[in-house]
Structure formats: C-alpha cells, structure tokens
T-cell receptor, first 114, second 121 residues
C-alpha cells in the first residue's frame, strides 16, 4: 500500500518570496507522483506529475517538483509566489501499473499575502 | 468541453433523509471515481467505475452508501439514511483508460468536478 505525508498543514508566505511545500511518500512498488491544486470552492486540478525520465518536472505557472527516490520525496517549489497562488496543494501517488488508485496527502494550504 | 459536472453544488438535509449526488463525466471518458473530502480524513476514494462497471468499492464506508452508473454519461452516489458524520465535500472525477492501460509509463489523468458540499444536520 502507498501513503503520503504532507507535514505542513499551512504555509504562510509573502508575495514574491520563494516557497517549498514538502511531500514524502511510502510505497513498496514503483509509483507515479503528482501535485494537485484546489482553489477555493473548486475541484482539484493537476499541477504537475512525475511518471519517468527527468526527476525535475515543471508546471506552466512556475512551480516545479523534484522526485528524490532515495529520500522518497517529491517537494513542490516556486521561486516567487503570487497572491493568486493561494490555494490548497495536495501531493498524491499511485502505482505505475494496474488500477491507478490515487492516494492523497492531507494537503497544505498556501497563504500568500501582500 | 464543460468538464465534469456535479449536482447539486450544495445540499443541506436532516439526519435520516436520503441524499442523492449526481455526476456527469467528461464525454468520451470511460472511468469514473467518487471521492469524499473531510477535514479529519482528507481525500478518500469511495468507488471506481470502468465502462460503467464498479471495479473497486472498498472505500465505500458502509451499506448506507451506494453508487450506480447506469450509462457512460451519468452516475449517482446515494446515502440512505444520512447521518451528520456524512457531512463532507463529495467529488466526482473522470478519466479515459486507454487500451495501453496497465503498461508502465502511461497515466490516465483524472479530471475533477467542482464537488458537492453536503451538510447533514
């Protein structure tokens, strides 16, 4: 079975500052890794994913995440945040074969203030 | 494309009443998922359909919960009778499971609806 740990329930940060949202996972098999974003009163949207290849993956809005197999981590980073990045961010994993059941972390609320 | 459509967006009901949540997946998608989101337990998968057939319902909390998918464009999640602890946001998601499903390096992205916020008094 897989599990995901997001240690930070809330991360406050000032606009234009860098941010890192931490994600660690546990799995006995190879997995795919994801970050989803949930804006207020909306459903989840896929932000970025790691399936294979380069361990550094990027989103279109400046976020990036790096898969670190030895540390079983997939931390999300952005060098300069905007007010509009305020949202809840969920890390998720699934097995890379068979039924791709997503297992989510508990989420990290990113609060960007001016 | 309208995306995944869920109705109602908000539902307030009294304990003991029957509640029916509805979902219309994205046209052409053949997999459908129901999730529940609560503060205590986060996001949990309740049930997964593929080609209208329930594949995994191990996340359904108890017999009060039932889900159906009578056709490729419609699914319901029913709670009868409802209890206050069922209060949560319920999400529906859909994806297209390709013929290469099961092979490494393929992933079928799940697209989420806006959710139904259920409050059971």
């Amino acid at each position: 079975a897989q599990s995901v740990t997001q240690l930070d329930s809330q991360v406050p940060v000032f606009e234009e500052a860098p941010v890192e949202l931490r994600c660690n996972y546990s799995s006995s098999v190879s997995v795919y890794l994801f970050w989803y974003v949930q804006y207020p009163n909306q459903g989840l949207q896929l932000l970025l994913k790691y399936l294979s290849g380069s361990t550094l993956v990027e989103s279109i809005n400046g976020f990036e995440a790096e898969f670190n197999k030895s540390q079983t981590s997939f931390h999300l980073r952005k060098p300069s945040v905007h007010i509009s990045d305020t949202a809840e961010y969920f890390c998720a994993v699934c097995m890379n074969t068979g039924f791709q059941k997503l297992v989510f972390g508990t989420g990290t609320r990113l609060l960007v203030s001016p | 494309d309208a995306g995944v459509i869920q109705s109602p967006r908000h539902e307030v009901t009294e304990m003991g009443q029957e509640v029916t949540l509805r979902c219309k997946p994205i046209s052409g998608h053949n997999s459908l998922f129901w999730y529940r989101q609560t503060m205590m337990r986060g996001l949990e998968l309740l049930i997964y359909f593929n080609n209208n057939v329930p594949i995994d319902d191990s996340g359904m909390p108890e017999d009060r919960f039932s889900a159906k998918m009578p056709n490729a464009s419609f699914s319901t999640l029913k709670i009868q009778p409802s209890e206050p602890r069922d209060s949560a946001v319920y999400f529906c998601a859909s994806s297209f499971r390709s013929p290469s499903f099961g092979q490494r390096r393929s992933y079928n992205e799940q697209f989420f609806g806006p959710g139904t916020r259920l409050t059971v008094l």
